[in-house]
């Protein structure tokens, strides 16, 4: 099975920008979704396609994708995008949706 | 308005089984690949399988296959995962999740991902 791997942890002043990357190699084939968790809370899509939000996204969340990275980067990051930050991509059959990243908590300061 | 209501969590031992279902409204039920997806308390998302709309294509992550089957009731908007031989380790929040996909003419590639999640159901596998 695929494996898409994050950086546990990053930190962005109140205000900045912060990039949470997530490499795998299904990402070469499928562009990757991007979940936000918050503590007790279902995961909501934030990002989906090669750049797309869903309604009620706010636009400072952005998506890129180069060869076997995906980027999610949060521009003036708000003390509301505190959160858990997951990538998910189809798996290198193609057969499922069945590769999630590992995971960034992201911490506004 | 799209709404997923996982039900049938609780406590079991070890060994035993559970049910766990997600009512679906909101949408064409039956038009749409639907998945179960977990969390460990304290962990991050784990995929857990995934059933297309007319129940053609079924997967299942290697740590459920053989133990847990997931099904659907397009009459009844209504998606199901069957445990079995249940164990400490699949402790979790479960949380059932609407897939969705299209072709993206500009790019030329094929999407997918998870438009809708429910709230989630707790299984707790302890003696």
């Known amino acids: 099975s695929s494996e898409l791997t994050q950086d546990p942890v990053v930190s962005v002043a109140l205000g900045q920008t912060v990039r949470i990357t997530c490499q795998g190699d299904s990402l070469r084939s499928y562009y990757a979704s991007w979940y936000q968790q918050k503590p007790g809370q279902a995961p909501v899509l934030v990002i989906y396609g090669k750049n797309n939000r869903p309604s009620g996204i706010p636009d400072r969340f952005s998506g890129s994708s180069s060869g076997n990275t995906a980027s999610l980067t949060i521009t003036g990051a708000q003390a509301e995008d505190e959160a858990d930050y997951y990538c998910n991509s189809r798996d290198s059959s193609g057969n499922h949706l069945g590769v999630f990243g590992t995971g960034t908590k992201v911490t506004v300061l | 308005e799209v709404q997923l209501v996982e039900s049938g969590g609780g406590l079991v031992k070890p060994g035993g089984s559970l049910r766990l279902s997600c009512a679906a409204s909101?949408?064409?039920?039956?038009?749409?690949?639907m998945n179960w997806v977990r969390q460990a308390p304290g962990k991050g998302l784990e995929w857990v399988s995934s059933?297309?709309?007319?129940?053609?294509?079924?997967h299942y992550a290697d740590s459920v296959k053989g133990r847990f089957t997931i099904s659907r009731d397009n009459a009844k908007n209504s998606l199901y995962l069957q445990m079995n031989s249940l164990r400490a380790e699949d402790t979790a929040v479960y949380y059932c999740?609407?897939?969705?996909?299209?072709?993206?003419?500009?790019?030329?590639?094929?999407?997918?991902?998870?438009?809708?999640w429910g709230q989630g159901t707790l299984v707790t596998v302890s003696s």
């Open positions: 909101g949408f064409t039920f039956s038009s749409y690949s």
């Open positions: 059933i297309s709309s007319s129940s053609s294509y079924i």
């Open positions: 999740a609407r897939e969705t996909s299209y072709y993206d003419i500009l790019t030329g590639y094929q999407h997918y991902y998870f438009e809708y």
